[in-house]
């Protein structure tokens, strides 16, 4: 069974970091382009950041340029997203995923393979 499995979600204060980290099991999505997406409670899910299957390609929302960081590793964890400065409204459930294209999207419907989410709770 092919899985995506988020950790490193967390309670912070604003201006504090964090690392999202998006393990692997079933296969390898070295050769695929990944991505992070969120979900707020009431609201829909919205893309935040991708990186294609080299890791030389990346997209961020507006809303998270300069201050998150998506990356890759594609020995064993396909992709990271270091979270600094974090604001009261990036609270969300985070999502990872993997789309068998060479380059990331910022469309969730061309992702087909998720994670079940971690928290992500940012306190003013």
């Known amino acids: 069974q092919v899985q995506l499995v988020e950790s490193g979600g967390g309670l912070v204060q604003a201006g504090d970091s964090l690392r999202l980290s998006c393990a692997a099991s079933?296969?390898?999505?070295?050769?695929?382009?990944m991505g992070w997406f969120r979900q707020a409670p009431g609201k829909e899910r919205e893309f935040v950041a991708a990186?294609?299957?080299?890791?030389?390609?990346?997209l961020y929302a507006d809303s998270v340029k300069g201050r998150f960081t998506i990356y890759r590793d594609n020995a064993k964890t396909p992709v990271y997203l270091q979270m600094n400065n974090l604001k009261p409204e990036d609270t969300a459930v985070y999502y990872c995923?993997?789309?068998?294209?060479?380059?990331?999207?910022?469309?969730?419907?061309?992702?087909?393979?998720w994670g079940q989410g971690t928290q992500v709770t940012v306190s003013s």
């Open positions: 990186i294609s299957w080299s890791g030389g390609s990346t």
């Open positions: 079933g296969r390898t999505f070295s050769g695929y382009a």
């Open positions: 995923a993997a789309r068998g294209s060479v380059d990331g999207s910022r469309s969730y419907n061309s992702y087909g393979y």
